[in-house]
């Protein structure tokens, strides 16, 4: 008996989620994390692949807003909850369940596919590249000393019960997304998962605590985090784990950071998927005591080059031909003249000859700004066919700003 693919159905939804966490170890989330998963899956673009009674593979996608370049909010797939289970590995289904599902994004006529690698070598032969990254640090507080820029002190800190300050917090977030590409626009319900706050999930920390930041009145950031207690014989050394921290102006993000510095009892703060340009990087007096290691994050796949390269902006004036190889989803490939500026962009068809050549991968990974085409092409994966559109094209495909995901999904 072979296999079925097909769209899940709402009375299918525990066997198919059962079988993506089995994918994933099998350690079962907590009742209200699975919960909240059940609303917030979307069923009629959810596909599962059965061999008779058993789901033997998954593959979701939201429906997204990404901010891209220039701070338009193109749709985009965020393609979620892929497993296959270990029964049936090698047998083509997570080949079928891609092509079943690019097919599909196309059909809904979204022209960019994201999303989230739990082993990096998996997606890029289905033309997904590695757009984004974000640091973990772990800060020695006891050490490292923040300077502070002024109207710190004007800003006031209060503590707040994470669920009812999360209205407030949602909409410092959604007034942050359109300034900075690989962010995305949260859709309702999805609040519901920053205060999610189970204890198997805490690793031995307090709760998630919340402070609000305001100025005359109004809320210009937020940090939520936990403590986590610990003592040796000379004394305290908890540790602070930030889970997120926002704020609208340099004044709240250092009164934020300054707070987390200083809470008593500890002597380091753990973070995790921050932007690799975050403002505190330069107020910290020691950074190489602040252990940062950076780590891939967001996946891009352009699932229609036309549509997605018009969509964005280009910080510097491109006219430059692109022959693009995509065996994946072979409407992409060929040759295509992109030209466009800080105002807008064009991305047609065309026979001239081509100025660069790349794989669909290697542009999916230039898209937001991120990863340079001059550095892909130092590694030879982009080639220069024209002297000196390497260059003109890599200014053109950057951001002043680091593209950053927040969150996974």
């Excluded at 690019?102 to 032969?125: F, K, M, Q």
């Excluded at 590409?181 to 309702?188: C, F, K, T, W």
């Excluded at 001059?374 to 080639?383: F, K, P």
Aim: charged share 25%.
């Amino acid at each position: 008996m072979g296999t079925e693919m097909r769209v899940l159905r709402r009375d299918e939804w525990d066997e198919w989620y059962d079988s993506l966490i089995r994918g994933f170890g099998g350690v079962p989330e907590a009742a209200e994390e699975r919960a909240v998963f059940r609303d917030l899956t979307e069923i009629d673009r959810s596909l599962g692949v059965w061999d008779g009674d058993a789901c033997v593979g998954t593959a979701g996608a939201f429906r997204f807003r990404l901010t891209v370049p220039g701070g338009a909010p193109v749709p985009a797939a965020g393609v979620t909850m892929v497993s296959v289970a270990a029964t049936h590995r090698r047998r083509g289904v997570l080949r079928s369940l891609m092509r079943r599902q690019l097919d599909d994004v196309r059909s809904w006529g979204e022209p960019l596919a994201v999303l989230t690698a739990s082993e990096p070598a998996i997606y890029g032969r289905f033309g997904y590249g590695a757009a984004t990254r974000h640091v973990n640090a772990r800060i020695d507080t006891d050490r490292v000393r923040l300077t502070v820029p002024p109207g710190t002190d004007d800003v006031r800190l209060r503590y707040a019960a994470p669920a009812d300050a999360l209205e407030a917090c949602e909409a410092v977030y959604a007034r942050l997304v359109s300034g900075r590409p690989g962010m995305v626009a949260r859709n309702p319900g999805w609040e519901r998962l920053w205060v999610l706050d189970p204890e198997s999930g805490r690793d031995g920390a307090s709760p998630l605590q919340c402070v609000v930041a305001e100025r005359d009145g109004e809320v210009v950031g937020y940090a939520r985090f936990r403590v986590k207690a610990d003592w040796e014989p000379a004394g305290p050394k908890g540790t602070v784990v930030a889970q997120d921290v926002e704020a609208l102006d340099p004044a709240a993000h250092a009164a934020l950071w300054r707070f987390l510095f200083d809470i008593d009892l500890t002597s380091a703060i753990d973070t995790r998927r921050r932007p690799v340009d975050e403002p505190w990087h330069h107020l910290v007096s020691d950074i190489r005591r602040c252990s940062l290691l950076v780590r891939d994050s967001l996946y891009v796949r352009l699932v229609e080059v036309g549509a997605a390269l018009r969509a964005r902006t280009y910080q510097a004036p491109v006219d430059v031909v692109l022959e693009v190889e995509d065996a994946f989803c072979p409407w992409n490939a060929g040759r295509w003249r992109l030209t466009g500026d800080a105002k807008g962009a064009s991305c047609e068809r065309t026979e001239d000859a081509a100025d660069l050549a790349l794989s669909v991968r290697e542009l999916g990974a230039a898209y937001l700004g991120g990863v340079s085409l001059a550095a892909l092409g130092a590694a030879g994966l982009v080639r220069e066919l024209r002297q000196g559109a390497l260059a003109e094209a890599a200014l053109g495909f950057g951001s002043a700003v680091a593209p950053w995901l927040p969150h996974g999904f």
